[in-house]
Structures are given as C-alpha cells and as structure tokens.
C-alpha cells in the first residue's frame, strides 16, 4: 500500500520567515496531493492541492511543489504569521478500484514565533 | 449549514462499555470516512463507505462496526471499550470516486476511556 512520510515533525519560524515541508509517498499510482491545516482543537481543512500533471501550484503566501520522478512534494509558506501556527498534513490520493483512497503523513507542528 | 457534523463531541466512558459515534453530512457526497487522531496527531483510516457500501476497512479491531444507514450517514460502535480507544475520532466525507476530491471534516469527536 501507499506509505507516506513527511518531515519535519516540528517547524519553528520566526514570524515573516518562510517555512518548508516535505513529504514522500511510495506508489506511483497516487495522483493527487492535499495539505491539510489544523488547527490546535480544530478539525482538518484543505488549504492547497495539486494533481500529477502540475508541478508546482501557488496561492498567495501558500505553495506546493511536485516531483512526480522522485515521488515527493513540499508545501512552501512564506512571509509566517502567527495564525499560521498549526498542524501540517500531506497527504497522497489514489483511485483504487472505482474509489479514493488517501493516506496522510504524520503532520508537521508548524509554530510561528512572533 | 453544517457539511459534515459529528455527535457527541465529548464522550467520556468507562473501560467496557458499548458507545456510538454519529455523522451526518449534508453535501451530497458518495463517500464517507472514518478517522482515528491519537495523542501523536497521526490521523489515521479506519473506514471507507461508498454508497453504504463499506469499501475500506483498514486493520482495526473488530470491536469497531461501522453501519451506513444510507449515504448521508455514518456511524461508529465501539464494544468493549479500551483504553487505548482513547483518541479523537474524525469522520469525514468527498466526492469519493476520481481519486482527487477534497475531504471534508467534521469536529471531531473526543474519545476518553477511564
């Protein structure tokens, strides 16, 4: 099955620095990438995704980044904030018989010091 | 308007008793997904049903029963309750069937067994 490793388990940025995480997965049949934000009591939201036919996807202060070769994608947040202080999760998607399967990384605690 | 809740939010129980979990979404959406986050923040897959049918069942003691009522309804039982049950418990919903759809979230659930 898909295995997916994401690193660092902990980030801490100064405010207005940038922050980067990594992640890798293990099968090439994964051809969808979410990240997640959760916030501490909070439930998982998606804040940026990207497709196997794209390699890099921006949104304001947000970014991913893909590569399909080396099977690894990154999540690049520049000019931190404190409210960007939050749980990280990638995660790598599959259609697997008819159906999505998605298997997440094990988060990355991001905190953004003021 | 509510897209995927969850009750109760808080369940505090005793070492063998029988307790269930509700989830409602009202999205629309062919799929819906159980979640296990413990201490750690690992989030992950305990159950997937398509259409009430049960179409991921990742190793999970059989203590744990899902039941899909219909597709806008997933529910979780837990028997004999563990110790080590306690975690929040995430149920989520997509789309489900291309592979690339964003999971929505529901609040969570916090599960605590004395």
């Known amino acids: 099955g898909e295995n997916v490793e994401q690193h660092p388990s902990t980030l801490s940025v100064q405010e207005g620095d940038s922050a980067v995480i990594k992640c890798t997965y293990s099968d090439s049949a994964s051809n969808y990438f979410p990240w997640y934000k959760q916030e501490l009591g909070k439930r998982p939201q998606l804040i940026i995704d990207?497709?196997?036919?794209?390699g890099e996807k921006k949104d304001q202060r947000i970014a991913v980044t893909l590569n399909k070769t080396a099977k690894h994608f990154s999540l690049h947040i520049t000019e931190t904030q404190p409210e960007d202080s939050a749980v990280y999760f990638c995660a790598a998607s599959m259609n697997s018989g008819g159906y999505q399967k998605v298997t997440f990384g094990t988060g990355t605690k991001l905190q953004v010091i003021p | 308007d509510t897209a995927v809740s969850q009750t109760p939010k808080y369940l505090v129980t005793q070492m063998g008793n029988d307790k269930s979990i509700k989830c409602e979404q009202n999205l629309g959406h062919d799929t819906m997904y159980w979640y296990k986050q413990d201490s750690k923040k690992f989030l992950k897959i305990m159950f997937s049903y398509n259409n009430k049918e049960l179409i991921i069942n990742e190793t999970v003691p059989n203590r744990f029963s899902p039941k899909s009522p219909d597709k806008a309804h997933l529910n979780l039982h837990i028997n004999s309750l563990e110790l080590g049950d306690s975690a929040v418990y995430f149920c989520?919903?997509?789309?489900?069937?291309?592979?690339?759809?964003?999971?929505?979230f529901g609040p969570g659930t916090r599960l605590t067994v004395t």
């Open positions: 989520a919903s997509s789309q489900g069937s291309s592979g690339v759809d964003e999971q929505y």
């Open positions: 990207i497709r196997s036919n794209v």
